[in-house]
């Protein structure tokens, strides 16, 4: 599978590409919360096929930004403001869940590298609220 990412807000493809390495090398060897928590199948991804292009030139890119502004959005406290979900919240009907589930955590939404990875720990109360409505249990948060 190819991925193409968004050129717009500063990720780039061969910080992706060392993203998608690091990945690969932690499903590998079976360690972490990535592990416990679902799996990437890497052998369908051509991780040198990973390339960035301006979202003016693929709608499904700027499909992508939107989500991801809207999720950005909705925990970021230092550049955009104060935090607002809602845009978040009103993809909630389209963002896939897990068969039987009504609640998209751990599948449509997922948190990578995950929630014990220590890049959590000094989150704002406000932050949380996308990840409550999006489903993830109160145990998860148990750290936070």
Same mark, same amino acid.
């Given at each position: 599978?190819?991925?193409?990412?968004?050129?717009?807000?500063?990720?780039?493809?061969?910080?992706?590409?060392?993203?998608?390495?690091?990945?690969?090398?932690?499903?590998?060897?079976?360690?972490?919360?990535?592990?416990?928590?679902?799996?990437?199948?890497?052998?369908?991804?051509?991780?040198?096929?990973?390339?960035?292009? #301006?979202?003016?030139?693929?709608? @499904?890119?700027?499909?992508?930004?939107?989500?991801? &502004?809207?999720?950005? /959005?909705?925990? $970021?406290?230092?550049q955009t403001g104060a935090c607002d979900a809602s845009f978040a919240k009103a993809l909630g009907p389209r963002i896939?869940?897990?068969?039987?589930? #009504?609640?998209?955590?751990?599948? @449509?939404?997922?948190?990578?590298?995950?929630?014990? &990875?220590?890049?959590? /720990?000094?989150? $704002?109360?406000?932050?949380?609220?996308?990840?409550?409505?999006?489903?993830?249990?109160?145990?998860?948060?148990s750290n936070w």
């Amino acid at each position: 599978m190819k991925i193409e990412i968004s050129q717009r807000g500063g990720v780039r493809y061969v910080g992706m590409r060392a993203y998608m390495e690091w990945l690969k090398q932690t499903f590998d060897a079976n360690v972490g919360a990535l592990s416990q928590h679902g799996s990437v199948d890497f052998r369908v991804i051509s991780i040198p096929l990973i390339q960035d292009f #301006s979202h003016r030139s693929r709608l @499904g890119l700027r499909m992508a930004d939107w989500t991801a &502004s809207a999720f950005f /959005k909705a925990i $970021d406290i230092h550049q955009t403001g104060a935090c607002d979900a809602s845009f978040a919240k009103a993809l909630g009907p389209r963002i896939a869940r897990a068969s039987g589930q #009504s609640l998209p955590a751990g599948y @449509g939404v997922k948190l990578m590298p995950g929630w014990n &990875s220590g890049h959590l /720990k000094n989150v $704002d109360p406000i932050q949380l609220d996308i990840f409550r409505y999006y489903g993830y249990p109160r145990e998860w948060r148990s750290n936070w």
